[in-house]
């Protein structure tokens, strides 16, 4: 009988520990769904458009609703299959179509006005040159001095008609013109002047051993390709279909396009301002090495001048790169943020030359001796060269937004045809 009773004592704790822990269970069950139905009732109670008795819906209303839920949370999902389609090339007039898109009316217009400027310039030189008239004490002397002067001015000023009247009907003038008395110049200390310097033996290693030249060029060949693969992966990564004229801003609290617009137009002017530095280094060394003698240099006369042509053929890659960044974007400050780095990539020279330096001591000898003209024609010459990588950025900008498509589209279009 105690045997038995107390396991009917046993089974009675425990069914009761079972009742305890089950109660336990629904109870916090129901806690939870408590607390979501409060919040429920609390954002319905906030709600303006709140229903009091909501109509009870259909089972088709209720599988449509359903089914719109889940397209919605597919459509907020992004497509990974989605692949972007390249905008279609447009002719913006005849001679675009008529070229393949390589031509315009704006790109003859702008370089035909230039042209005509330089040749209007060319044709009045000889009379902005003459003689001032010398200065004498007596008044006598002052008339006579005036009238010499005059004299020597006009005379002055035909022999420049006949020179350049000459010089355009194929009359070249002497090589003593053409080269002129050397003058000192101090060098830009970058990568690729240590390409001239080492070539004429005037860099050494901190050791005193001159430095090779030949390691200078690989070198100054290696910077220069990365260098056009970082701004060719920047122009390729840009998007072609964006505006280059802005529209509609990027900032949502702008409704004018102006300050943006203009921005564009100022940041084209300080990119070609600012390479037209480089412009004018290349050229310095393209004068040097042509100069140079062949005795004197430790490498080939070829691997001297290729280094300022690679040198003047990068600068004019950042001026599109530049533009190309300026136009893609649609509000001022990425405009200005972007052109800085852009202006970086064409300092990566002198970055390059400060490595060098302290890596292995070099000294270098960055005074030298150019041939700097004073014909005019030959001054003349020199200030396109330098001037072409502004004209021609204004250019890219002109015709963007003349054909409302970027610069790099023409190449990609071709790319991809």
Not at 83 to 96: G, R
Not at 129 to 150: I, L, V
Not at 228 to 245: K, N
């Amino acid at each position: 009988m105690q045997t038995s009773s107390r396991q009917h004592i046993c089974l009675v704790v425990t069914l009761a520990v079972l009742r305890v822990a089950t109660a336990g269970q629904q109870a916090h069950q129901g806690f939870n769904q408590a607390l979501r139905i409060q919040a429920a009732t609390s954002n319905d109670s906030e709600s303006p458009t709140k229903v009091e008795n909501p109509p009870a819906k259909s089972k088709k209303q209720a599988e449509k609703s359903t089914d719109n839920q889940v397209s919605d949370w597919a459509n907020a999902i992004p497509n990974q299959k989605a692949v972007f389609k390249m905008p279609n090339y447009h002719h913006a007039d005849s001679l675009s179509a008529a070229t393949d898109g390589f031509l315009d009316w704006f790109v003859v217009c702008y370089w035909g006005t230039i042209l005509l400027v330089i040749v209007a310039v060319e044709f009045s030189m000889p009379f902005w040159t003459g003689t001032t008239p010398r200065k004498q004490s007596s008044k006598e002397g002052d008339q006579e001095g005036d009238q010499e002067g005059d004299e020597e001015g006009e005379q002055e000023r035909g022999r420049g008609i006949h020179k350049t009247v000459s010089i355009l009907a194929g009359d070249h003038p002497s090589a003593g013109d053409m080269l002129g008395s050397p003058r000192d110049k101090m060098l830009a200390p970058n990568i690729f002047s240590l390409s001239l310097v080492a070539s004429r033996g005037m860099a050494k290693d901190g050791k005193g051993n001159i430095l090779s030249p030949v390691l200078v060029f690989v070198a100054s060949v290696a910077m220069g390709l990365l260098q056009l693969l970082t701004l060719f992966l920047v122009v390729y990564d840009i998007d072609p279909a964006a505006s280059p004229y802005t529209a509609k801003p990027g900032a949502p609290w702008k409704t004018s396009p102006l300050t943006v617009n203009c921005m564009k137009v100022v940041m084209t002017f300080f990119l070609g301002m600012y390479v037209v530095s480089e412009a004018a280094d290349a050229y310095d060394n393209f004068i040097l090495g042509v100069a140079i003698r062949k005795g004197k240099l430790l490498i080939h006369w070829s691997f001297v001048v290729f280094i300022p042509i690679y040198h003047y053929f990068i600068t004019l890659t950042v001026i599109l790169a530049g533009v190309s960044v300026v136009l893609s974007c649609q509000d001022v400050p990425n405009i200005l943020y972007n052109s800085m780095a852009i202006l970086f990539i064409t300092r990566v020279d002198e970055l390059f030359w400060g490595f060098f330096e302290r890596t292995f001591d070099i000294e270098a000898e960055w005074k030298a001796q150019i041939n700097d003209s004073d014909v005019a024609e030959v001054q003349l010459v020199k200030k396109c060269i330098i001037m072409f990588p502004m004209l021609w950025g204004f250019c890219l900008l002109g015709r963007a937004w003349y054909r409302d498509q970027m610069p790099a589209l023409v190449v990609r279009a071709h790319l991809n045809s």
